[in-house]
Protein backbone atom coordinates (compact mmCIF):
# COMPACT_ATOMS: atom_id res chain seq x y z
CA UNK A 1 0.00 0.00 0.00
CA UNK A 2 2.49 2.39 1.18
CA UNK A 3 4.92 1.29 -2.41
CA UNK A 4 1.82 2.38 -4.50
CA UNK A 5 1.45 6.14 -2.38
CA UNK A 6 5.01 6.65 -3.24
CA UNK A 7 4.89 6.13 -6.55
CA UNK A 8 1.60 8.30 -6.65
CA UNK A 9 3.24 10.69 -5.02
CA UNK A 10 6.33 10.66 -7.40
CA UNK A 11 4.05 11.14 -10.13
CA UNK A 12 1.93 14.09 -8.87
CA UNK A 13 5.10 16.26 -8.26
CA UNK A 14 6.36 14.95 -11.84
CA UNK A 15 3.19 16.31 -13.75
CA UNK A 16 2.14 19.30 -11.30
CA UNK A 17 5.74 20.59 -9.98
CA UNK A 18 6.06 22.37 -7.08
CA UNK A 19 3.14 21.51 -4.91
CA UNK A 20 2.10 21.91 -0.78
CA UNK A 21 2.10 19.28 1.71
CA UNK A 22 -1.49 19.99 2.51
CA UNK A 23 -2.18 20.01 -1.25
CA UNK A 24 -0.80 16.46 -1.60
CA UNK A 25 -2.32 15.18 1.64
CA UNK A 26 -5.80 15.78 0.26
CA UNK A 27 -4.75 14.30 -3.26
CA UNK A 28 -3.47 11.15 -1.50
CA UNK A 29 -5.72 10.96 1.47
CA UNK A 30 -3.39 10.92 4.29
CA UNK A 31 -2.14 13.25 6.72
CA UNK A 32 0.40 15.87 5.80
CA UNK A 33 2.61 14.23 8.58
CA UNK A 34 2.45 11.04 6.64
CA UNK A 35 3.22 13.05 3.22
CA UNK A 36 6.57 14.80 5.11
CA UNK A 37 7.43 10.92 6.05
CA UNK A 38 7.20 9.74 2.45
CA UNK A 39 8.52 12.79 1.13
CA UNK A 40 11.92 11.78 3.43
CA UNK A 41 11.60 7.88 2.52
CA UNK A 42 11.52 9.22 -1.37
CA UNK A 43 14.80 11.35 -0.71
CA UNK A 44 16.66 8.36 1.32
CA UNK A 45 15.85 6.47 -1.51
CA UNK A 46 17.76 9.16 -4.13
CA UNK A 47 15.02 10.49 -5.23
CA UNK A 48 16.29 14.25 -5.51
CA UNK A 49 13.16 16.04 -3.72
CA UNK A 50 13.20 18.37 -1.31
CA UNK A 51 11.15 21.10 0.48
CA UNK A 52 10.84 24.94 0.46
CA UNK A 53 8.98 26.45 3.16
CA UNK A 54 7.35 29.80 3.34
CA UNK A 55 4.38 31.10 1.79
CA UNK A 56 5.54 31.01 -1.66
CA UNK A 57 7.07 27.05 -0.94
CA UNK A 58 6.33 23.59 -1.45
CA UNK A 59 7.59 19.93 -2.25
CA UNK A 60 9.03 19.92 -5.79
CA UNK A 61 11.39 17.52 -7.34
CA UNK A 62 14.84 18.98 -8.91
CA UNK A 63 14.18 20.46 -12.06
CA UNK A 64 15.11 17.91 -15.19
CA UNK A 65 14.55 14.94 -13.40
CA UNK A 66 12.17 12.33 -14.70
CA UNK A 67 10.98 8.74 -13.04
CA UNK A 68 10.45 5.52 -15.49
CA UNK A 69 8.30 4.26 -13.22
CA UNK A 70 4.89 5.01 -15.51
CA UNK A 71 4.58 1.42 -16.36
CA UNK A 72 0.22 0.63 -16.46
CA UNK A 73 -0.24 -2.57 -14.34
CA UNK A 74 -3.74 -4.71 -16.04
CA UNK A 75 -6.10 -2.88 -13.54
CA UNK A 76 -5.10 0.54 -14.79
CA UNK A 77 -4.68 -0.52 -18.42
CA UNK A 78 -8.50 -1.46 -17.85
CA UNK A 79 -9.40 1.75 -15.86
CA UNK A 80 -7.89 4.13 -18.81
CA UNK A 81 -11.11 2.65 -20.96
CA UNK A 82 -13.08 4.60 -18.94
CA UNK A 83 -11.47 7.77 -18.45
CA UNK A 84 -14.18 9.66 -20.26
CA UNK A 85 -16.87 8.43 -17.11
CA UNK A 86 -14.83 9.15 -13.81
CA UNK A 87 -18.50 8.35 -12.17
CA UNK A 88 -18.48 4.93 -13.81
CA UNK A 89 -14.67 3.67 -12.61
CA UNK A 90 -15.85 5.03 -9.27
CA UNK A 91 -18.75 2.83 -9.14
CA UNK A 92 -16.58 0.18 -10.87
CA UNK A 93 -14.32 0.45 -7.38
CA UNK A 94 -12.04 1.65 -10.07
CA UNK A 95 -11.71 5.31 -8.98
CA UNK A 96 -8.45 5.51 -7.57
CA UNK A 97 -7.17 2.82 -10.13
CA UNK A 98 -7.93 5.29 -12.57
CA UNK A 99 -6.45 8.35 -11.50
CA UNK A 100 -3.26 6.63 -10.77
CA UNK A 101 -3.57 5.33 -14.52
CA UNK A 102 -3.69 8.92 -15.77
CA UNK A 103 -1.11 10.29 -13.88
CA UNK A 104 1.39 7.74 -15.25
CA UNK A 105 -0.03 8.91 -18.96
CA UNK A 106 0.98 12.34 -18.10
CA UNK A 107 3.91 11.50 -16.64
CA UNK A 108 5.20 9.51 -19.67
CA UNK A 109 4.06 12.93 -21.78
CA UNK A 110 6.72 15.33 -22.66
CA UNK A 111 6.40 18.72 -21.34
CA UNK A 112 4.67 20.30 -24.48
CA UNK A 113 1.98 17.68 -24.86
CA UNK A 114 1.34 17.20 -20.72
CA UNK A 115 0.84 21.03 -20.50
CA UNK A 116 -2.14 20.63 -23.96
CA UNK A 117 -3.41 17.91 -21.84
CA UNK A 118 -3.71 19.51 -18.75
CA UNK A 119 -5.29 22.72 -20.27
CA UNK A 120 -7.93 20.49 -22.17
CA UNK A 121 -8.60 18.56 -18.58
CA UNK A 122 -9.06 22.37 -16.79
CA UNK A 123 -11.34 23.23 -19.99
CA UNK A 124 -13.53 20.30 -21.04
CA UNK A 125 -15.77 18.34 -19.01
CA UNK A 126 -18.04 15.44 -20.25
CA UNK A 127 -21.16 15.06 -18.14
CA UNK A 128 -23.38 12.08 -19.60
CA UNK A 129 -26.51 11.95 -16.80
CA UNK A 130 -29.38 14.01 -18.12
CA UNK A 131 -31.04 16.66 -16.22
CA UNK A 132 -33.01 15.57 -13.07
CA UNK A 133 -31.76 12.12 -13.51
CA UNK A 134 -31.96 10.69 -9.95
CA UNK A 135 -29.25 8.45 -9.33
CA UNK A 136 -29.98 4.71 -8.66
CA UNK A 137 -28.99 2.65 -6.38
CA UNK A 138 -26.88 -0.01 -6.94
CA UNK A 139 -25.58 -2.07 -3.89
CA UNK A 140 -24.99 -5.20 -5.68
CA UNK A 141 -22.85 -3.06 -8.79
CA UNK A 142 -19.24 -4.08 -7.17
CA UNK A 143 -20.12 -8.18 -6.80
CA UNK A 144 -21.45 -8.13 -10.47
CA UNK A 145 -18.59 -6.37 -12.06
CA UNK A 146 -16.62 -8.87 -10.01
CA UNK A 147 -18.27 -11.81 -11.65
CA UNK A 148 -17.76 -10.03 -14.85
CA UNK A 149 -13.81 -9.38 -14.62
CA UNK A 150 -13.42 -12.99 -13.71
CA UNK A 151 -16.17 -14.91 -16.11
CA UNK A 152 -17.59 -16.49 -12.95
CA UNK A 153 -21.68 -17.32 -12.99
CA UNK A 154 -24.05 -15.15 -10.87
CA UNK A 155 -27.15 -15.84 -8.87
CA UNK A 156 -29.23 -13.18 -8.64
CA UNK A 157 -33.22 -11.92 -7.26
CA UNK A 158 -34.23 -9.19 -9.61
CA UNK A 159 -37.26 -7.22 -8.53
CA UNK A 160 -39.69 -6.95 -11.97
CA UNK A 161 -42.90 -4.88 -10.97
CA UNK A 162 -44.71 -7.24 -9.78
CA UNK A 163 -42.79 -10.27 -8.32
CA UNK A 164 -39.22 -10.76 -7.51
CA UNK A 165 -37.48 -13.54 -9.49
CA UNK A 166 -34.05 -15.70 -9.28
CA UNK A 167 -32.07 -16.03 -11.81
CA UNK A 168 -28.80 -17.60 -12.85
CA UNK A 169 -26.47 -15.65 -15.43
CA UNK A 170 -23.45 -15.27 -17.01
CA UNK A 171 -22.83 -11.97 -16.85
CA UNK A 172 -21.35 -10.67 -20.41
CA UNK A 173 -21.43 -7.07 -20.27
CA UNK A 174 -22.16 -3.76 -18.15
CA UNK A 175 -23.56 -0.27 -19.61
CA UNK A 176 -24.36 2.49 -18.56
CA UNK A 177 -27.12 4.05 -20.49
CA UNK A 178 -27.83 8.08 -19.38
CA UNK A 179 -26.58 7.68 -15.53
CA UNK A 180 -28.34 4.02 -15.18
CA UNK A 181 -26.47 0.99 -14.94
CA UNK A 182 -27.90 -2.33 -17.25
CA UNK A 183 -26.21 -5.87 -16.67
CA UNK A 184 -26.84 -8.17 -20.35
CA UNK A 185 -26.50 -11.69 -19.34
CA UNK A 186 -26.90 -14.97 -20.77
CA UNK A 187 -29.27 -16.35 -19.12
CA UNK A 188 -30.07 -20.60 -20.70
CA UNK A 189 -29.24 -19.61 -24.39
CA UNK A 190 -30.99 -16.45 -24.41
CA UNK A 191 -29.26 -12.60 -23.85
CA UNK A 192 -31.24 -9.94 -21.89
CA UNK A 193 -30.86 -7.07 -20.27
CA UNK A 194 -31.34 -6.67 -16.17
CA UNK A 195 -31.69 -3.02 -14.85
CA UNK A 196 -28.53 -3.27 -11.54
CA UNK A 197 -30.78 -1.47 -9.41
CA UNK A 198 -33.65 -3.81 -9.50
CA UNK A 199 -30.98 -6.78 -8.33
CA UNK A 200 -31.78 -6.78 -4.81
CA UNK A 201 -29.19 -9.38 -4.04
CA UNK A 202 -26.45 -11.10 -6.42
CA UNK A 203 -24.01 -13.94 -5.18
CA UNK A 204 -21.23 -15.56 -7.39
CA UNK A 205 -21.57 -19.21 -7.55
CA UNK A 206 -18.05 -20.08 -7.56
CA UNK A 207 -18.36 -21.68 -11.19
CA UNK A 208 -16.76 -20.33 -14.29
CA UNK A 209 -18.28 -20.20 -17.52
CA UNK A 210 -16.65 -19.62 -21.18
CA UNK A 211 -17.88 -16.43 -22.75
CA UNK A 212 -18.79 -16.53 -26.35
CA UNK A 213 -16.24 -15.46 -28.57
CA UNK A 214 -18.69 -14.27 -30.76
CA UNK A 215 -20.37 -11.96 -28.57
CA UNK A 216 -20.09 -7.71 -29.14
CA UNK A 217 -21.46 -6.11 -26.60
CA UNK A 218 -21.62 -2.65 -28.03
CA UNK A 219 -23.22 -3.99 -31.01
CA UNK A 220 -26.07 -6.63 -28.81
CA UNK A 221 -26.95 -3.35 -27.00
CA UNK A 222 -27.43 -1.02 -29.97
CA UNK A 223 -29.76 -3.85 -31.71
CA UNK A 224 -31.80 -4.56 -28.40
CA UNK A 225 -32.14 -1.41 -27.68
CA UNK A 226 -33.65 -0.43 -30.82
CA UNK A 227 -35.84 -3.62 -30.86
CA UNK A 228 -37.63 -2.64 -27.50
CA UNK A 229 -37.85 1.15 -28.59
CA UNK A 230 -39.95 -0.63 -31.59
CA UNK A 231 -41.40 -2.48 -29.61
CA UNK A 232 -42.60 0.15 -27.19
CA UNK A 233 -44.34 2.08 -29.96
CA UNK A 234 -48.23 -0.25 -29.59
CA UNK A 235 -50.51 3.05 -31.00
CA UNK A 236 -50.45 5.37 -33.72
CA UNK A 237 -52.61 8.07 -34.86
CA UNK A 238 -52.71 9.25 -38.30
CA UNK A 239 -52.48 13.24 -38.46
CA UNK A 240 -52.13 16.32 -40.89
CA UNK A 241 -49.56 18.92 -39.91
CA UNK A 242 -48.39 22.04 -41.19
CA UNK A 243 -45.35 21.53 -43.51
CA UNK A 244 -43.52 24.44 -41.69
CA UNK A 245 -43.94 22.88 -38.44
CA UNK A 246 -43.09 18.86 -39.02
CA UNK A 247 -39.48 19.60 -37.62
CA UNK A 248 -41.75 20.26 -34.26
CA UNK A 249 -42.02 16.10 -34.23
CA UNK A 250 -38.85 15.92 -32.43
CA UNK A 251 -40.41 16.81 -29.46
CA UNK A 252 -41.94 13.25 -29.65
CA UNK A 253 -38.27 12.68 -27.68
CA UNK A 254 -38.03 8.82 -29.06
CA UNK A 255 -35.54 8.57 -32.34
CA UNK A 256 -37.55 5.68 -33.55
CA UNK A 257 -41.09 7.47 -32.95
CA UNK A 258 -39.62 10.49 -35.21
CA UNK A 259 -37.88 8.00 -37.72
CA UNK A 260 -41.27 5.67 -38.25
CA UNK A 261 -43.26 9.45 -38.66
CA UNK A 262 -41.20 11.35 -40.66
CA UNK A 263 -40.77 8.26 -43.24
CA UNK A 264 -44.68 8.19 -43.00
CA UNK A 265 -45.16 11.89 -44.72
CA UNK A 266 -46.95 12.19 -47.56
CA UNK A 267 -46.07 15.78 -49.96
CA UNK A 268 -47.07 18.54 -49.31
CA UNK A 269 -50.55 19.37 -50.02
CA UNK A 270 -52.07 22.59 -51.91
CA UNK A 271 -52.90 23.98 -48.23
CA UNK A 272 -49.16 23.36 -47.48
CA UNK A 273 -49.91 20.26 -45.17
CA UNK A 274 -48.62 16.70 -44.67
CA UNK A 275 -50.42 13.34 -43.40
CA UNK A 276 -47.94 11.39 -41.48
CA UNK A 277 -48.19 8.13 -38.68
CA UNK A 278 -47.16 8.93 -35.61
CA UNK A 279 -46.38 6.09 -33.47
CA UNK A 280 -46.06 6.07 -29.41
CA UNK A 281 -46.52 4.10 -26.54
CA UNK A 282 -49.83 5.05 -25.54
CA UNK A 283 -52.83 7.34 -26.45
CA UNK A 284 -51.66 9.01 -23.44
CA UNK A 285 -48.14 9.87 -24.21
CA UNK A 286 -49.27 10.56 -27.81
CA UNK A 287 -52.25 13.44 -26.90
CA UNK A 288 -49.09 14.96 -24.99
CA UNK A 289 -47.21 15.19 -28.47
CA UNK A 290 -49.89 16.33 -29.91
CA UNK A 291 -50.52 19.00 -28.25
CA UNK A 292 -47.41 20.11 -27.97
CA UNK A 293 -48.29 21.19 -31.57
CA UNK A 294 -51.09 23.18 -30.99
CA UNK A 295 -52.97 24.74 -34.34
CA UNK A 296 -50.45 23.04 -36.65
CA UNK A 297 -52.04 19.12 -35.99
CA UNK A 298 -55.09 17.85 -36.61
CA UNK A 299 -55.41 14.00 -36.00
CA UNK A 300 -57.65 12.49 -38.71
CA UNK A 301 -57.96 8.61 -37.08
CA UNK A 302 -58.25 6.92 -34.62
CA UNK A 303 -61.97 8.68 -33.93
CA UNK A 304 -61.59 7.79 -30.93
CA UNK A 305 -58.81 9.57 -30.16
CA UNK A 306 -59.52 11.99 -32.30
CA UNK A 307 -63.05 13.15 -29.76
CA UNK A 308 -60.86 12.97 -26.72
CA UNK A 309 -58.40 15.64 -28.19
CA UNK A 310 -61.39 17.84 -29.09
CA UNK A 311 -62.89 17.35 -25.51
CA UNK A 312 -59.77 18.53 -23.78
CA UNK A 313 -59.30 21.29 -26.32
CA UNK A 314 -62.85 22.28 -25.43
CA UNK A 315 -62.01 22.45 -21.86
CA UNK A 316 -58.89 23.59 -22.31
CA UNK A 317 -60.60 26.73 -24.50
CA UNK A 318 -63.77 26.99 -21.99
CA UNK A 319 -61.25 27.65 -18.89
CA UNK A 320 -59.59 29.92 -20.67
CA UNK A 321 -62.39 31.93 -21.33
CA UNK A 322 -63.31 32.50 -17.48
CA UNK A 323 -61.02 35.08 -15.86
CA UNK A 324 -58.10 34.46 -14.30
CA UNK A 325 -58.49 33.67 -10.44
CA UNK A 326 -55.87 35.55 -10.17
CA UNK A 327 -57.06 38.79 -11.73
CA UNK A 328 -57.84 42.24 -9.33
Not at 106 to 118: D, Q, S, V, W
Not at 207 to 227: K, N
Not at 272 to 290: D, R
Amino acid sequence: MRASRLVHLLLLLQTRGRTTGPELARELEVSVRTVYRDIEALSAAGVPIYSEPGRSGGVRLVDGYRTRLTGLTTEEADAVLLAGQPAAAADLGLGTVLATAQLKVLAALPPELRGRATRIAERVHVDAQGWFHRTDQTPTLATIADALWHDRRLDIRYQRKDRAVERRLDPLGLVLKAGTWYLVARDGSAVRSYRVSRIAAAEQTGESFTRPEDFDLAEHWSASADDFARSMLRVRARCRIAASHLRLLRLLNEPAAVAEAMASATPPDSEGWVEVTIPSESYEVLAGAVLHLGEYCEVLDPPEFRARLAATAFAMADRYRRPSPLAP
